[in-house]
């Protein structure tokens, strides 16, 4: 088992604005003015589309030579569907996405059936699609710090 530890730290700037950072990368994390942020980055929910699209994208450029694929271009549009009324308490709905879509966009000369079966080993071979896709055993722990006067 080649188990692999990954790190991120984030931290509040102001009111909903935080900095992300993972091996010295840092990333700025908002929510837009409609709900309460800065519209300095991207939301939380808009940043796992995108580390879901990156990730499926490695892993096409990863393994396409091996299915003999040869891709020219290649863009993933996701969109995903959430019910705001659970992030923001107004009812009692899961707060997270119900349903996610990925539409590859892809230049090659690849036949689509070769296309559809490789898509299906992307998908089942996605770290981030297996992380949404299946539950994780998530903890917490809490340190509080004395406020510096």
Known sequence: MAIEKFNVKATWKEKLLIETEARGHKVIVDEPVSLGGTDQGSNPVELVLSALGACQAIVIQTYAKQFGINIEDLKIELEGELDTDGFLNKSDVRPGYSHIESKFVISTDAPKEKLETFIQFVENHCPVGDTIKNPVHLT??????????
Do not use: C, H, R
Request: net charge positive; proline share 10%.
């Open 140 to 149: 917490s722990k809490i340190v509080v710090e004395k406020p510096v006067k």
